[in-house]
């Protein structure tokens, strides 16, 4: 444990937080500090759900939490809808901040967001786990290096929720996560199309007229595909639904090699994760079969990803606090490039389907 | 070996004609009869370099085959502009036939094609070998009994081609073989999508903006989707590329499983092949793994998959010499439908990419 842990407060009792707890706790540079709900009980129960331990504070309102000033970082697991409001009142407070994807209902959200941690100096992070796994680093060495021009991008991530969740979900209720799949799933796709892409933004965003929504009109599934004009020539596909069987495909086409990988949001196993790849695979004589065959490679973790991901957040609080490092851009820029695209998809989709300029 | 087993004829030393020339010789039921290329010299030294018995006939004209009373089928790797005069005239001599894909430049011309094989009462089969391995029928039981509606599917076939082949082979000769990889490498991906959905053709196909072309207008690479609005909603993408590393994929969303298969048109290995799929996978506690691993499956053939197409055809054959049965219909609809989605994807790039209704 470091000597001074940066203390997490965490906003909103959400599923996923529990999984972020368990995160900051098995992170070696934070500490959970406090957690808070808009009841009282509902945090409590959280708490002794979770076995968090008996010195982690317990709030009945979010405004507790950013008036705490022992609380270094806020991760809030909220609604999309509600980002803007804490996410802005927590920077005033000067917590840095951890953010659940999709960051915001649209980039003019995203920006307040971005302004507001810009201006009071804290650190702003998307929650996208699989960029903090070894195995991601590992992949982008080996596109970076050897796979030459990329041509061909599908990603799709899909998951099979029950009629209950279709049903009363809030990732399906308009005034709460009104991008319903799209924010939720395609969210990852279109971030590891622009992560094989070094962040370089598509030219056009075209939707694929497959959209599926609920009467409310919260989108259940849809395709879109990512053109790139300059400097290469790139197109790219995305997939993402609530009413398919899991799935969290990347597959790579480039000019000297292919890669695959199909757990890339959440990896099968926690400690060890895979993808394969070939490169310069010819063909056997009279083309009986392939000459390589496409290589495995495995990569094991210490840590799993969330608290990579926490980790890294705090060694970027560490370096503000200690030594008055600016907050780093990159994980803004990340986010809002990812928001950038999704808001373009949606405003296809919204266009019946006509192309939409970047 | 069979006792009366069917003969062969080849018309066309292709390279691919090597492979086949192997399967008939392969499978239990047929020998290679005869060969032809349209200079005797050519089909001697194609006899010489592929060990082919002395017994083998060696032709110097394509008629001297279809003349040749002896010859039950013809193989037919020649290049797709000259598929309709040649496959015509080998149907009306009463010869069955065996023709490579794309099975003609338009389903226009495949129609005269399958209108002479039906009048001769001859036998027509397409010459994709995937469609006959054990593997692809174990892929078929798993996705009709266990999957549920298919929701999405993608596949990909792209193949790093040299610079002298994009400058001189006949796969990018407009007079010659004027789909390109459209033809080459998007037929697999057309026919696979319609496999996997029992050969019901979509409502509409739409080409994707990223249409590489030569000079001379032959397609390199493009990506197109296809939408199914009834009785099921189903959006598919395929890409075929001449400009990327090796990729045969093929990956199924369905609402009860996923299905992947990277190497669906030539697997790995000869008598070996795989896949692998999830059903029924839930996430462990805290979404921290996937509570079901996919399952890979792996099946054996005895023959590779080129001998399993050519002991089919003339498992049929046999079946309308001895048992006066009339030829199957299901091979030459699948070549058919094939067509006739592969000539609407040509047709919306042909359009800017407008939507094609079939």
Redesign the interface.
């Known amino acids: 444990m470091a000597e001074n842990p940066v203390r997490f407060g965490i906003i909103g009792c959400a599923e996923?937080a529990?999984?972020v707890a368990?995160a900051i706790d098995l992170a070696p540079n934070s500490i959970l500090y406090a957690i808070a709900s808009r009841s009282i009980e509902k945090a409590k129960n959280f708490a002794a759900t979770n076995g968090l331990p008996e010195n982690v504070k317990i709030y009945g309102s979010y405004d507790q939490v950013l008036d705490d000033p022992c609380v270094d970082a806020v991760y809030m697991p909220l609604p999309t809808s509600l980002h803007v409001h804490w996410a802005v009142l927590a920077a005033r407070k000067k917590k840095h901040l951890l953010l659940e994807k999709p960051t915001a209902i649209d980039v003019a959200e995203l920006d307040q967001i971005l302004e507001a941690c810009e201006s009071n100096g804290v650190q702003f992070m998307g929650g996208s786990m699989w960029l903090h796994h070894p195995r991601t680093a590992k992949m982008k060495d080996l596109l970076s290096n050897y796979?030459g021009?990329l041509?061909?991008i599908?990603s799709?991530s899909?998951m099979?929720a029950t009629p209950e969740f279709l049903e009363s979900n809030i990732r399906v209720k308009p005034d709460l996560d009104a991008l319903g799949a799209l924010g939720d799933l395609a969210w990852y796709c279109i971030e590891a199309i622009l992560w094989a892409k070094d962040y370089q933004l598509p030219t056009?965003v075209?939707a694929?007229?497959?959209v599926?929504r609920n009467l409310a009109g919260v989108i259940f599934?849809c395709?879109a595909?990512l053109?790139w004009d300059q400097p290469d020539?790139t197109?790219a596909?995305i997939?993402c639904?609530f009413?398919?069987?899991?799935?969290m495909?990347m597959?790579i086409?480039?000019?000297?090699?292919?890669l695959?990988v199909?757990?890339f949001i959440?990896?099968?196993?926690?400690h060890f994760a895979s993808f394969?790849f070939?490169?310069g695979?010819k063909?056997l004589d009279?083309?009986?079969?392939?000459s390589v065959?496409?290589e495995e490679v495995c990569v094991t973790s210490q840590l799993?990803q969330e608290a990579l991901m926490v980790q890294e957040l705090a060694r970027l609080v560490e370096g503000i606090r200690k030594s008055k490092f600016r907050p780093d851009s990159k994980w803004p820029g990340i986010s809002r490039k990812t928001q950038l695209v999704m808001d373009a998809v949606k405003k296809s989709i919204d266009l019946g389907c006509k192309?939409v300029n970047l």
Do not use: M, Y
């Open positions: 996923i529990r999984k368990r796979f021009q041509n061909f599908h799709q899909t099979p056009t075209t694929l007229p497959d599926t599934s395709t595909s053109h020539t197109v596909t997939h639904s009413l398919s069987h899991w799935s495909d597959a086409c480039a000019s000297k090699g292919s695959h199909k757990d959440i990896p099968n196993q926690e394969d070939t490169l695979s063909f009279l083309h009986i079969g392939w065959k496409p799993p192309p």
